[in-house]
């Protein structure tokens, strides 16, 4: 013990957990008194995100709101923890698993002219399920743990079964690529076969789980659009993989084949991102925050790329390969903007109350789920409250 | 064993803040920081990793029988608190009893417009906390297993487990979980684990002055809420209802080990009305999820097609 802890007026000096224990007094043992405290107000906390606040509706917003009460207009759920690793490994992801698909498709074509393709395809997969676990693991809150996701197998979690394919997916799609970055015997390269296809198989659900992921969550517009968006996000990593080989430059039949996939994906995600408002749309107050804020922003913005790069696509075949290029490129950040933006309106859609409360008054929570069942739909009323949230007569006072 | 939990009886609550300090002081949490929210008389502001228990603090525009001001006595005479007066009494008991001047009550002064807003004025207080649901969305969500049921029916996250995916924080219907992020791991409410495996009565009950957070048996807790919600109607008080008492009352959760007596809609308290676990409807999305990569699939086979007849 130094001069500093023996005088009380420099306590101050002793760095500050906001326990106020003295160490010389009583000892940590409590149930909290394992967490970790760096800073004890402020961002650092992770109490406040003011950055990606200024961006989106003030609060004042949901105060306003004629729709019905609140708890002075703070948002009932946690906005979501996660960083731009996420949104950034759901693109990476889908890139790679459809890759992996893509691939596979061109070595069942077979001949001369997809080898670079397939040689391609292969190499995107194996290096994007790296960079893809490389994402996961950075935005973990305690990196070091990553292999507890493994610890589990846990089918109610969507989480838990995406690490599942990843981590097959990975394997497999970096056996399938280890011809192509060293020399090796031909039974290498026939095993190489048999990992492509697996990898293709698991690609599949690679790229579509990451809709479920975000729609098994209490976030009332990605619950709401739970049947758009897996299929929104499995068609985007087809459009992708099909647009980063445009990029690339994939000669061929094969570079034509890519083109082609990628196309007819480009024109499904475009029909699916206004399925996506249309789903969300059944209540207008969760359907906003695909239309305001950043995540308005940035869906816009990814249905532009998208249309322009398809308007590139077909204009008239005159300089063939420079087109492609930019068509690729064009798409390859549509897709990127369309997840980061969904991203940033499930965040928006956290922070209002409003979201929250009036899909549930409007039936569907869980009384959604007894009128498919057929039970009569049950919404927990108060006395003197109809179950769509209206005051009756005898509400609140004496009667 | 048994399963225990909380009713947490609003009507009771006077705002303290005990349950908070308690919890705080028990758990060894870190402090908040010690700053204003500037929008109510509610400084803690919301469950978060370090605040296990929140006391909200509800301005209402409407009467509630048995709160209001002495002025609305002088105004009304004793009827004003008639129905709170105690059996067998002639007259109510408060501080009114004692002050109420006979000369203003027959010469009603004007009220002024603070004095009619105050007239038409209600706090309700609600000590918030996690609702250990009987079908917990955080459970079925955590990818590591780091979440788990106690043997007293609580929802426990297991610090050593939890690598801070932060997936139990978007699956919480109630917004009660979160990651620290200078710690990296969920936090929430563990139904004081330590205590009841000692068997003592969570921090937060045990230090209540008012006997607004009841712990105890679920059984127990279920049949005195239901006694309590019955005596308030008959009272006066007729918005008195239990929010999540059983699995008929909030099918989304099948019940709520801390269940609360409101008295009014869920909403005033900064509560979901029909809170759903998020992996209830997630079949559907599943199934959507399998159309879509089938017809990516069908799509990949349309380019090998396409590429062979050209």
Known sequence: ?399 | MQEMGFFTDTTLCIGCKACEVACKQWNQLPDDGFSLTGMSYDNTGALGASTWRHVAFVERTEPLPGQGSPRDGIEAGAGAFAELRPLGQPAPTSLLHDVAPTHLADVPAALGPSQQALGKFSWLMMSDVCKHCERAGCLEACPTGAILRTEFGSVYIQPDVCNGCGYCVSACPFGVVDRREDDGRAWKCTLCYDRLEGGMVPACAKACPTASIQFGPLEDLRERARTRVEQLRSRGVGGAHLYGESAQSQPGTEGLHAFFLLCDRPEVYGLPPDPVVPTAKIVASWRAMATGVLSLAALALGAVLSARRA
């Open chain 1, 1 to 399: 013990m130094n001069e500093a802890g023996t005088d009380p007026t420099r306590e101050s000096a002793r760095p500050r957990d906001g326990r106020n224990v003295d160490p010389r007094l009583g000892e940590l043992l409590g149930e909290g008194s394992a967490q970790r405290v760096r800073a004890l107000d402020g961002p650092a906390a992770g109490r406040d995100r003011p950055a990606e606040r200024a961006w989106d509706e003030p609060p004042a917003d949901a105060l306003a709101a004629p729709e019905g009460p609140s708890y002075y207009g703070q948002p009932v759920l946690k906005e979501p923890v996660w960083r731009w690793e996420i949104p950034a490994y759901f693109f990476v992801g889908g890139l790679a698993g459809a890759s992996a698909v893509l691939g596979a498709a061109a070595s069942l074509a077979g001949g001369e002219g997809t080898a670079t393709l397939v040689r391609r395809c292969r190499l995107v997969a194996a290096g994007g399920a790296a960079a893809s676990a490389v994402l996961l693991v950075r935005d973990l809150g305690r990196p070091a743990r990553f292999l507890n996701m493994l610890r589990v197998f846990r089918p109610t979690s969507p989480m838990n079964m995406g690490t599942w394919v990843l981590t097959g997916f990975g394997a497999l799609s970096g056996a399938a690529a280890l011809p192509a970055l060293v020399a090796g015997p031909r039974a290498l390269e026939r095993s190489a076969g048999v990992a492509a296809a697996g990898s293709a198989v698991l690609g599949l659900p690679l790229v579509g789980y990451t809709g479920v992921l975000l729609a098994n969550t209490a976030v009332p517009v990605w619950q709401a659009t739970r049947n758009t968006l897996p299929v929104l996000f499995a068609f985007s990593g087809a459009v992708s993989a099909g647009a980063l080989f445009d990029l690339w430059r994939t000669p061929g039949p094969g570079g034509e084949m890519a083109h082609r996939f990628g196309l007819v994906a480009k024109g499904a995600e475009l029909a699916l991102s206004r399925a996506l408002h249309r789903e969300a749309a059944a209540v207008p107050r969760v359907e906003r925050a695909l239309r305001r804020g950043r995540g308005g922003f940035l869906l816009r913005t990814a249905r532009g790329l998208l249309l322009a790069s398809a308007v590139v696509d077909l204009l008239p075949e005159r300089t063939w390969r420079r087109r492609h290029a930019a068509s690729g490129a064009l798409a390859l950040l549509g897709t990127l903007a369309l997840r980061f933006g969904v991203v940033a309106a499930g965040r928006a859609s956290a922070r209002d109350p409003h979201a929250t409360f009036e899909p549930q008054r409007a039936g569907r929570g869980a009384a959604e789920l007894a009128r498919k069942e057929g039970a009569r739909p049950r919404m927990p009323s108060p006395p003197g409250i109809d179950p769509t949230g209206k005051e009756t007569a005898e509400h609140g006072a004496a009667p």
